[in-house]
């Protein structure tokens, strides 16, 4: 039985990673692959790639209802059998419409698996450590989209989709063993518990300092999760002129964008708790938001104009390491709000906010492309951030926030 803080967020952590592998591989192989994948058209990419962000939408708040009266567990079990069979269905369905259903059950065991681990989280961590741990769960379920990415990145090079897809979904099948031992049968009666405790501020969660939050996580999910997922593959097969071998293998556009988005999964295990330790102080917190939103803005408008392709591959590196900053701070501003008011519905909130910003990202990406260039869509990508940057300003300088929380965030 698990019982300490730590082996309980790395457990639920280990679990996410797993079930996430073959999502991270489908965004690197099927922009480049398409076509082994029965696709007929380029929009229909976008659409397969962000569907199951838009069917988490009115998922999210169903699976907070779900887990006030089913234990975690439960959630854990439902997602696993979920996602075995969407990541099988990939290598051996070949027709658009049926993987867009599988890509909706993805969504949905997305849904139970992400949400429950947040209030996991926020559950079994201290107002002084959570920064810490949510950085510590989002490092640990990286490793996860680093396999997923690499490893689909190098084999769909030797191999075929349906072999990759057999691999991950194997994957899955061989972790549901491990969810008793891992996760513990934990309902939502003990979040209650904890949220009528007299420590916490019983102010309306509907503030100007959430909506601000919302946002961020909205801009988090459209940028990092949505359209530098989607377009990587494409912005380096763009610039990727000579191709490179090394041992006679011919190193490839998708194994250039599976390698650089793992280096990001490869050091958050130990940088997202780093950086979730310095969110846990009260100097360093404004001073990482700001980092990380102007950061990612700069960073995505000269990627937009670069053209030689080892500058341009030294920025996308620059960036991992902007967005792991990026998604710790939000994941953590969320988690602080939502412990101070009401965890189900602000956690819910981010969830959902995160998933419009991911579908909308890569769906938006790909209708741009339709029209115009990379260049327009990553400019139009850092303008949104920068935007975001200056409204945190304003509102720090104003002094917006509806409840006292020592200045944080």
Not at 20 to 29: E, H, Q, S, W
Not at 360 to 371: A, K, Q, R
Request: hydrophobic letters at 55%.
């Amino acid at each position: 039985m698990i019982h300490s803080a730590r082996t309980e967020v790395i457990g639920i952590a280990i679990l996410t990673g797993i079930a996430v592998m073959g999502d991270a591989m489908l965004f690197i192989v099927l922009p480049i692959y398409w076509v082994d994948f029965g696709l007929t058209a380029i929009w229909q990419i976008g659409v397969l790639l962000s569907i199951n962000r838009f069917i988490r939408l009115p998922i999210n708040p169903l699976v907070g209802y779900f887990y006030q009266r089913f234990s975690l567990q439960t959630g854990i079990w439902i997602a696993f059998i979920l996602t075995i069979l969407s990541t099988f269905s990939y290598g051996f369905v070949h027709n658009f419409w049926i993987l867009l259903l599988m890509r909706i059950f993805w969504g949905i065991a997305w849904s139970l698996i992400r949400l429950g681990g947040f209030l996991t989280v926020i559950t079994i961590t201290k107002e002084d450590s959570r920064g810490q741990y949510v950085g510590l769960y989002n490092g640990i379920w990286g490793i996860g989209s680093l396999l997923g990415m690499l490893g689909g990145g190098i084999l769909i090079t030797f191999t075929s989709v349906s072999m990759l897809s057999t691999v991950f979904s194997f994957i899955a099948c061989m972790a549901l063993p491990a969810i008793p031992a891992l996760i513990p049968v934990m309902k939502e009666k003990e979040i209650k518990q904890k949220e009528t405790s007299p420590d916490l501020i019983p102010s309306s969660w509907k503030t100007t300092r959430v909506l601000m939050v919302l946002l961020t996580s909205f801009t988090m999910g459209f940028v990092i999760f949505g359209l530098f997922s989607s377009t990587l593959s494409s912005i380096i097969e763009q610039n990727y002129v000579q191709t490179w071998s090394t041992f006679s293998v011919t190193i490839s556009a998708a194994m250039i964008a599976g390698s650089i988005q793992a280096i990001r999964w490869a050091w958050d295990p130990w940088l997202a708790p780093l950086i979730g330790k310095q969110l846990d102080k009260n100097k360093s917190q404004n001073l990482i938001l700001y980092a990380a939103l102007f950061g990612t803005g700069i960073v995505f408008f000269i990627i937009g104009q670069v053209t030689h392709f080892l500058t341009l591959c030294a920025l996308l590196l620059a960036f991992q390491l902007i967005s792991s900053t990026f998604v710790t701070t939000s994941d953590t501003l969320a988690a602080k709000v939502a412990s101070k008011t009401n965890r189900i519905k602000v956690m819910t909130a981010h969830t959902v906010m995160i998933d419009v910003g991911a579908a909308l990202g890569p769906l938006i990406s790909f209708v741009l492309l339709e029209y115009f260039t990379l260049t327009m869509v990553y400019t139009v990508a850092a303008i949104l951030v920068i935007w975001l940057a200056g409204g945190w300003m304003m509102f720090h300088t104003k002094k917006l926030a509806s409840y006292p929380v020592n200045h944080k965030f």
